[in-house]
């Protein structure tokens, strides 16, 4: 007698798959996605990144003459090989010829700004305590933290260089010198955790597992809004058609429920399938490996361990929500006034959401997140959190599975009971007591 | 062995009690009359026969059987109200719902491009639901509900919203299913399509069922006295003869209301005298007349 049940399994997902709408916003998400993940791309060949900024400095014959160690001709000139070095240039520098007075200096270099030949220029002004010139970046932007970061930079090692080769060091010593200092945060684990941590990750694998954390916890979200929302007005739409009365002369309302669930949840695995999909396949294409790697974005990163665990909270979250979302759409008899209905259930999974993302993703290890990874409709996004951020005991982990499977069986039981006394009752929104005293009706 | 039964049915709603023990039973091969106003409790009998609610009190009986859920596949529900998908295609949803009451996928379609074609409609196969008129919706209502053979069928004002050539089809096509040996339960407002159909009736009244029992029996019981008289010419006196208590000119004659059966013959007598009588009848009382008669007397 299972025949009733796959049948409305099958007509649920046939007809959401079949339906423009959906394919509609499924393509638009797909597309965005995609989008999304290309844009570090586009950007960089948008932006001309590849291009260097051009700065402008005077080129004063009178400042060639001297022979001072720091002269504005030799920094450029260091400066010039410095970035030349680069596999891609960050600065170029352009000669602006001396006009003679400081004013008509001024006047020349603001006029190569304003020609655009230059994106800002530079100025040295003496500065005998330090013994290197107080330099000056101008331009018409208020804060060019870039440019003036790399300058900043340039200018240290500049200044380095030249000092280091007029002293004489040997070569050898100059290299460990110039070698910047390796510093690498490894998260250990000191128990017998369940947690993806613990095996020595880099900070780049930290990375990943926090972004992984953060896109499952979301799509999670997004699943649970949309196919509850969706489960909820069908079966509003049921009731309101009045197809209820003959479904459930034709199939036991239990089967019919769960049917439906288990159809819009297989409708859902198809949409996220393609989603990711579409983002391990964007994400794998050359030019965007590169660049996000350069980000320190790789697929490979991610911990299997961790996507197995997602994906097992993952479907009990989407089942405990999923009965409810059915329950309260057997209560209301009118689409409009689903809305309304559905509000408690949306704000109890914004709940769990918000808690993750502003308290577990900075301290996976407090007591809030603790705490809600035990609490059924929170703790599929905390447990994820804590799994993929910290390193929960293996008990606790199978603990909050085993309270999630008791609280999918508990709302399944009473989501039916309300299911079956809902879909006939009609007019406004049933009391409390009223949908109480249906319930007990049928046993 | 009844195809269904129900013996002392009580339902209340709250304070108020929906079907005050309705007892009654229906034959296979039979359409069963269930009348009544608005709010007689028509459709709370019939969801309790179709187990959508649970009677308070009372056995209903399939078969001899009590209700199990097998015995779904072997109802069909034509509801008052459409219950259709309106977005879904009609092949899609009544084979779902063929396919719900255990026919295979195959049968099923095979019987709905039969009906179909019955109907005169087979272009509607690959058609939504919305496109269709409302007297086309309750063809496709209607097949959706017989498409398994149901042994029970429940008809909930099954000719409601239909013009008179749909009316006549699918009356021709309830009595297909009676001659096939489905029994029908069967609810209207129209007394004429139950005096066509119905072998026995339970008229309720204000969740009471007042008036039970085989159709020409109850007839029966009800006094002839109306009288039909056609006639070619005018007819004078028929006020002043005796047992007669009024009288209604109609264009083909009048229409009399007689005390008693007996004084039709002096009715015919002096219209004889006067001019030529083409028709002349004292009437069965109709349905209409017993249930306003029955209703009304109980209004009090």
């Known amino acids: 007698m299972n025949n009733g049940f796959w049948t409305v399994v099958g007509f649920t997902a046939k007809n959401k798959l079949r339906g423009k709408a959906f394919l509609v916003t499924t393509i638009i998400i797909a597309v965005i996605m995609s989008i999304g993940i290309n844009l570090p791309y586009i950007i960089s060949q948008f932006s001309g990144e590849g291009k260097p900024t051009a700065v402008g400095y005077l080129d004063s014959a009178a400042d060639k003459a001297q022979s001072q160690l720091f002269t504005s001709t030799r920094i450029v000139s260091l400066l010039d090989a410095y970035y030349e070095a680069q596999e891609k240039p960050e600065l170029k520098f352009v000669p602006i010829a001396d006009a003679g007075s400081a004013d008509a200096n001024e006047q020349a270099l603001k006029q190569a700004v304003s020609d655009d030949l230059v994106d800002g220029y530079i100025g040295f002004a003496p500065d005998p305590e330090s013994g290197f010139p107080a330099v000056t970046y101008k331009s018409e932007s208020l804060m060019e933290t870039k440019v003036s970061q790399s300058l900043s930079t340039a200018l240290q090692a500049v200044k380095m260089e030249a000092v280091i080769d007029s002293g004489g060091i040997s070569d050898e010593l100059k290299a460990v010198l110039t070698k910047p200092i390796k510093l690498d945060t490894v998260q250990i684990s000191t128990g017998e955790g369940a947690g993806s941590i613990g095996n020595g990750k880099s900070s780049e694998q930290q990375g990943m597992d926090m972004a992984t954390v953060y896109v499952i916890i979301f799509m999670l979200f997004m699943a649970i809004m949309i196919s509850g929302q969706m489960i909820a007005s069908e079966i509003t739409a049921e009731k309101s058609s009045r197809v209820m009365e003959i479904l459930i002369t034709s199939v036991a309302p239990l089967k019919a429920m769960f049917g439906k669930i288990l159809g819009m949840f297989l409708v859902v695995l198809a949409q996220l399938a393609a989603y990711i999909v579409v983002i391990v396949v964007n994400m794998t294409l050359p030019q965007n490996a590169d660049t996000l790697s350069g980000y320190g974005i790789s697929l490979d990163l991610i911990d299997p361990a961790l996507l197995v665990y997602a994906i097992l909270f993952f479907l009990t979250g989407f089942f405990l929500f999923a009965t409810l979302f059915a329950a309260v759409g057997s209560i209301v008899s009118r689409t409009e006034d689903l809305g309304q209905a559905v509000l408690p259930i949306t704000m109890l999974s914004l709940a769990g959401f918000y808690i993750c993302i502003f308290s577990g993703l900075n301290s996976p290890g407090s007591m809030l997140i603790k705490v809600s990874s035990f609490i059924p409709f929170f703790s599929p996004y905390a447990m994820v959190v804590r799994l993929g951020l910290s390193d929960p005991p293996l008990w606790q982990v199978w603990l909050s599975i085993a309270i999630l499977l008791a609280s999918i069986l508990a709302c399944g039981w009473l989501s039916a009971k309300i299911y079956r006394a809902g879909v006939l009752m009609y007019g406004k929104k049933p009391s409390m007591k009223e949908l109480f005293k249906a319930m007990r009706a049928y046993r | ?300």
């Open chain 2, 1 to 300: 062995m009844n195809a269904l039964s129900l013996e002392q049915v009580f339902k209340q709603y709250g304070a108020n009690t929906a079907v005050n023990g309705i007892s009654f039973e229906v034959g296979q091969g039979e359409i069963y009359g269930l009348l009544g106003a608005n709010g007689a409790g028509k459709t709370t009998t019939m969801r309790m026969v179709l187990g959508l609610i649970y009677p308070d009190s009372g056995k209903i009986r399939y078969g001899g059987k009590a209700y199990s859920k097998e015995l779904l596949q072997g109802l069909g529900y034509l509801p008052e109200e459409r219950g259709l998908y309106p977005k879904v295609k009609v092949s899609d949803q009544i084979l779902y719902l063929a396919q719900l009451r255990g026919m295979s996928r195959k049968d099923a379609d095979a019987n709905l491009r039969r009906w179909l074609d019955r109907f005169g409609v087979p272009e509607y196969y690959g058609k939504k639901v919305e496109e269709l008129s409302k007297g086309n919706q309750q063809k496709i209502q209607f097949i959706a509900a017989v498409i398994h053979h149901p042994r029970i069928v429940i008809m909930d004002e099954a000719f409601s919203g239909l013009d008179p050539v749909n009316v006549e089809l699918l009356k021709s096509t309830v009595k297909e299913l009676r001659d096939g040996g489905s029994s029908i339960l069967f609810s209207t407002h129209r007394m004429e399509h139950v005096e066509e159909l119905c072998r026995n009736i339970t008229i309720l009244h204000k969740s009471n069922p007042v008036l039970q029992g085989n159709l020409k029996a109850i007839k029966k019981q009800f006094p002839r006295e109306r009288v039909v008289l056609a006639t070619d010419g005018d007819v004078s006196g028929l006020e002043a003869l005796g047992g007669v208590t009024g009288v209604t000119r109609h264009e083909y004659g009048y229409e009399l209301m007689i005390a008693d059966e007996a004084a039709g013959r002096p009715i015919l007598e002096l219209a004889m005298t006067q001019t030529n009588v083409t028709r002349f009848e004292i009437m069965e009382p109709t349905l209409n007349e017993i249930f306003i008669k029955t209703v009304g007397e109980n209004h009090e």
